[in-house]
Nanobody, 118 residues
Framework: VQLQASGGGLVQAGGSLRLSCAAS????????MGWFRQAPGKEREFVAT????????AMADSVKGRFTISRNYTKNTVYLQMNSLKPEDTAIYYC????????????WGQGTLVTVSS
C-alpha cells in the first residue's frame, strides 16, 4: 500500500487546514486509516483514526473538538480537518494504514508539514 499525504502548510493560530491522504496499491481489506504527528524534539503521537467499514472514529484528547477525521470509502482517502489551530499543533503529520484488527499500523505515508504561527 502506498500513501500520499497532502494539504500541509503555514497557517496563523486560529486558522484551519485540511489534510488528505490517498491510499493506492493493495488497498483491499483496509481496517483503519489514521493520522499521527511528530513535533520537533518529540516522539510521534497519535492524532486520529477512522475505521474503514463503519466509519467510526477515535481522536486524541488534545485535538477533540478542533479536528475531525473522515474518509471517502470509494476513493480510499482519509481527511483531517483541523480547525482552531494552535502553535503546539506544529508538526509533521503522517497518515498510516491498518490492514487488520491487530493494533499496529502497517503502512506509512511520507508526512506533510503543518506550521502554526502565533
Amino acid at each position: 500500500v502506498q500513501l500520499q499525504a497532502s494539504g500541509g502548510g503555514l497557517v496563523q493560530a486560529g486558522g484551519s487546514l485540511r489534510l488528505s491522504c490517498a491510499a493506492s496499491g493493495r488497498t483491499s481489506g483496509l481496517f483503519a486509516m489514521g493520522w499521527f504527528r511528530q513535533a520537533p524534539g518529540k516522539e510521534r503521537e497519535f492524532v486520529a483514526t477512522v475505521y474503514w467499514r463503519g466509519g467510526s472514529t477515535a481522536m486524541a484528547d488534545s485535538v477533540k473538538g478542533r479536528f475531525t477525521i473522515s474518509r471517502n470509502y470509494t476513493k480510499n482517502t482519509v481527511y483531517l480537518q483541523m480547525n482552531s489551530l494552535k502553535p503546539e499543533d506544529t508538526a509533521i503529520y503522517y497518515c498510516a494504514v491498518r490492514k487488520s484488527s491487530v493494533p499496529r499500523y502497517d503502512f506509512w505515508g511520507q508526512g506533510t508539514l503543518v506550521t502554526v504561527s502565533s
